[in-house]
């Protein structure tokens, strides 16, 4: 069952307070009436006067009577006098307490139940709390709701169960939420959360993302959903925090060149974030100089470096094309020792997955100080919380020194837990890379981005052509499967289909009738000449009657789908004969 609700307020200091006057009131109860009760029976003999007997009559006194009150006579002490009034009082609020808390939470299952376009956070660790905190912080309505059959939080009334449990997902308003966010500490778990949310969300608009620590199994389960042969309806992806701190990472300090030419890159650690990192940074140095008159030099450190570097190159093509890798198996001693790679570097990213280790080779390799401002940038995760004691910047309180604003510490967790990052998911950065690839092959034939207003970046596409981009991206697996073909993350030895003409053409002509399909649904009409306002386009007509230049661009696009597919990771395999 949930944990917390929508819009729930923090709990009201003065109902702390006065739950600890309450106790403090019946301790005080407690012992003047165990004093009073002694005077009183001393001066009744019929009553026993032993411990236990007094403290048996005492405890009688928060249940509206005791015997010796009830049958004895005489004076009643002072003590005893206060205890009889206060000791019920403390039952009474008791009872009340106890009334408030069963209502509240019957109130707050009563509120997860009329949710509308909530958000659901399944998990109790570090990235569901930052993901939760960021969401709410935002405006969105959070339910969230805990990890296995612990149920922790401000309502302690909730009901155990799994959180991939229907019923579970059920109680905390599946069939009405926006979003959910899968992430557990257990990639596995997360998994069939996600599943369960998808299959439950089908009627309504539904975004289900889901943790995954093991990037490969990120990409395998990412190929599998790209892979459908018609879209589930579900807007479903996985993601991996270390390859989302990567992409936030080079996008707020992207690599710039120095000295005239690219800089000098330093990886520490061939670790999922180091791995990341590579990739990243060179996608970002690709779109930045698409024609590298030189690559960038980059020198990956770890045990197994040359191991890494041939994997990655065998995984993204385009790696051998924009980076030098230099790998040094072995530790930084290695590198430092060796005249191959220049010194000093001007980025550095320390990227061991021991935190303790990694922070001491930032802090005493000297070496690696020369690269500037936020140059040098350390990977952690459990001792993030480090980074205030290194904030040099105006009205925090620096107890450490940053070597001159040269250190970075880098909480991946902090940086990968956005909700806009994640919901950048496979198919938005497919379809990005579609449209990339659309541009760059009109110019290359001279088209006028005059005459083609869909000849500009991501950023000021219309609304309206991105859609039609994600459309194509999320058709891909459909494509594919006509062919007989799958998608398959590019890891291991496997070979890579490539496609004859023949199949390009039948790609081509399947890709033209999804659009022209969309399109005459969207209410576009034939027409010579192009115009996006009166919704008019001289392709709107099938394949047969189209003009053999339009064939064409069809074609072009389906030749770079390997290349794209490439770009994120995977590629085509021929699954059985077409």
Same mark, same amino acid.
């Given at each position: 069952?949930?944990?917390?609700?929508?819009?729930?307020?923090?709990?009201?200091?003065?109902?702390?307070?006065?739950?600890?006057?309450?106790?403090?009131?019946?301790?005080?109860?407690?012992?003047? @009436?165990?004093?009073?009760?002694?005077?009183?029976?001393?001066?009744?003999?019929?009553?026993?006067?032993?411990?236990?007997?007094?403290?048996?009559?005492?405890?009688?006194?928060?249940?509206?009577?005791?015997?010796?009150?009830?049958?004895?006579?005489?004076?009643?002490?002072?003590?005893?006098?206060? $205890?009889?009034?206060?000791?019920?009082?403390?039952?009474?609020?008791?009872?009340?307490?106890?009334?408030?808390?069963?209502?509240?939470?019957?109130?707050?299952?009563?509120?997860?139940?009329?949710?509308?376009?909530?958000?659901?956070?399944?998990?109790?660790?570090?990235?569901?709390?930052?993901?939760? /905190?960021?969401?709410? $912080?935002?405006?969105?309505?959070?339910?969230?709701?805990?990890?296995?059959?612990?149920?922790?939080?401000?309502?302690?009334?909730?009901?155990?169960?799994?959180? @991939?449990?229907?019923?579970? !997902?059920?109680?905390?308003?599946?069939?009405? #939420?926006?979003?959910?966010?899968?992430?557990?500490?257990?990639?596995?778990?997360?998994?069939?959360?996600?599943?369960? #949310? $998808?299959?439950?969300?089908?009627?309504?608009?539904?975004?289900?993302?889901?943790?995954?620590?093991?990037?490969?199994?990120? !990409?395998?389960?990412?190929?599998?959903?790209?892979?459908?042969?018609?879209?589930?309806?579900?807007? &479903?992806?996985?993601?991996?925090?270390?390859?989302?701190?990567?992409?936030?990472?080079?996008?707020?300090?992207?690599?710039?060149?120095?000295?005239?030419?690219?800089?000098?890159?330093?990886?520490?650690? #061939?670790?999922?974030?180091?791995?990341?990192?590579?990739?990243?940074?060179?996608?970002?140095?690709?779109? /930045?100089?698409?024609?590298?008159?030189?690559?960038?030099?980059?020198?990956?450190?770890?045990?197994?470096?040359?191991?890494?570097?041939?994997?990655?190159?065998?995984?993204?093509?385009?790696?051998?094309?924009?980076?030098?890798?230099?790998?040094?198996?072995?530790?930084?001693?290695? &590198?430092?020792?060796?005249?191959?790679?220049? !010194?000093?570097?001007?980025?550095?990213?320390?990227?061991?997955?021991?935190?303790?280790?990694?922070?001491?080779?930032?802090?005493?390799?000297?070496?690696?100080?020369?690269?500037?401002?936020?140059?040098?940038?350390?990977?952690?995760?459990?001792?993030?919380? &480090?980074?205030?004691?290194?904030?040099?910047?105006?009205?925090? =309180?620096?107890?450490?020194?940053?070597?001159?604003?040269?250190?970075?510490?880098?909480?991946?967790?902090?940086?990968?837990?956005?909700?806009? !990052?994640?919901?950048?998911?496979?198919?938005?950065?497919?379809?990005?890379?579609?449209? %990339?690839?659309?541009?760059?092959? /009109?110019?290359? =034939?001279?088209?006028?981005?005059?005459?083609?207003?869909?000849?500009? @970046?991501?950023?000021?596409?219309?609304?309206?052509?991105?859609?039609?981009?994600?459309?194509?991206?999320?058709?891909?697996?459909?494509?594919?499967?006509?062919?007989?073909?799958?998608?398959?993350?590019?890891?291991?030895?496997?070979?890579?289909?490539?496609?004859?003409?023949?199949?390009?053409?039948?790609? #081509?002509?399947?890709?033209?009738?999804?659009?022209?399909?969309?399109?005459?649904?969207?209410?576009? /009409?034939?027409? %010579?000449?192009?115009?996006?306002?009166?919704?008019?386009?001289?392709? &709107?007509?099938?394949?047969?009657?189209?003009?053999?230049?339009?064939?064409?661009?069809?074609?072009?696009?389906?030749?770079?789908?390997?290349?794209?597919?490439? %770009?994120?990771?995977?590629?085509?395999?021929?699954?059985?004969?077409?």
């Amino acid at each position: 069952m949930p944990s917390s609700v929508p819009d729930e307020p923090a709990r009201a200091p003065a109902a702390n307070v006065l739950r600890l006057t309450f106790a403090v009131v019946a301790l005080v109860s407690l012992v003047i @009436g165990y004093i009073g009760l002694a005077q009183y029976v001393s001066r009744n003999p019929e009553f026993h006067g032993r411990p236990l007997d007094l403290l048996y009559y005492d405890l009688q006194l928060f249940v509206l009577g005791t015997p010796p009150l009830d049958e004895g006579s005489g004076r009643i002490p002072l003590l005893l006098d206060i $205890a009889r009034f206060t000791a019920p009082a403390v039952t009474v609020y008791a009872f009340i307490e106890a009334g408030r808390l069963l209502f509240a939470a019957e109130l707050r299952r009563l509120r997860i139940r009329q949710a509308r376009d909530h958000v659901i956070v399944c998990g109790d660790g570090m990235v569901a709390d930052i993901l939760t /905190r960021r969401l709410r $912080a935002t405006g969105d309505r959070v339910v969230q709701v805990p990890s296995g059959s612990v149920v922790t939080g401000r309502d302690p009334f909730g009901l155990a169960g799994e959180a @991939g449990d229907p019923e579970v !997902l059920h109680a905390a308003g599946i069939s009405r #939420a926006r979003a959910l966010y899968a992430c557990t500490d257990d990639s596995a778990t997360n998994t069939a959360i996600a599943l369960a #949310a $998808a299959r439950r969300g089908r009627h309504r608009p539904l975004a289900v993302y889901a943790q995954v620590s093991d990037p490969e199994l990120c !990409l395998a389960l990412q190929a599998r959903h790209l892979g459908l042969a018609e879209p589930s309806g579900t807007r &479903l992806d996985f993601f991996n925090i270390d390859d989302l701190a990567a992409r936030k990472l080079l996008n707020e300090a992207p690599l710039v060149p120095t000295h005239g030419g690219p800089p000098r890159v330093v990886v520490l650690g #061939a670790t999922t974030f180091g791995r990341a990192v590579l990739v990243e940074l060179a996608r970002r140095w690709r779109v /930045r100089d698409p024609q590298p008159r030189s690559p960038v030099p980059i020198a990956l450190v770890d045990a197994d470096a040359t191991g890494a570097a041939t994997e990655l190159s065998h995984r993204y093509p385009f790696l051998s094309r924009v980076c030098r890798i230099v790998p040094f198996d072995g530790g930084l001693a290695e &590198l430092l020792a060796d005249p191959v790679f220049p !010194l000093p570097p001007d980025r550095v990213f320390i990227c061991d997955d021991d935190e303790e280790r990694a922070l001491k080779t930032a802090l005493t390799a000297e070496q690696l100080w020369h690269g500037g401002p936020g140059s040098v940038v350390v990977r952690l995760d459990r001792l993030a919380s &480090l980074r205030a004691a290194f904030d040099s910047r105006p009205g925090d =309180h620096q107890v450490l020194d940053d070597l001159s604003g040269t250190l970075r510490l880098y909480g991946v967790a902090n940086a990968a837990c956005d909700p806009e !990052l994640i919901g950048d998911d496979l198919v938005e950065r497919l379809a990005r890379v579609i449209h %990339e690839s659309y541009v760059l092959s /009109r110019r290359r =034939h001279g088209e006028d981005p005059a005459r083609n207003p869909a000849l500009v @970046g991501w950023e000021d596409l219309p609304e309206t052509l991105r859609q039609a981009n994600r459309s194509q991206a999320e058709d891909i697996g459909r494509k594919l499967r006509e062919l007989g073909c799958a998608l398959s993350p590019r890891v291991g030895s496997g070979a890579e289909y490539a496609l004859a003409e023949s199949e390009i053409e039948q790609l #081509a002509v399947l890709e033209h009738q999804r659009w022209l399909k969309e399109r005459s649904a969207a209410g576009w /009409r034939y027409a %010579e000449q192009r115009d996006d306002a009166r919704r008019l386009h001289p392709a &709107l007509r099938t394949w047969e009657d189209l003009h053999e230049e339009m064939r064409e661009r069809n074609h072009d696009a389906m030749r770079e789908l390997p290349a794209i597919l490439a %770009e994120a990771g995977f590629r085509i395999v021929r699954v059985r004969a077409a």
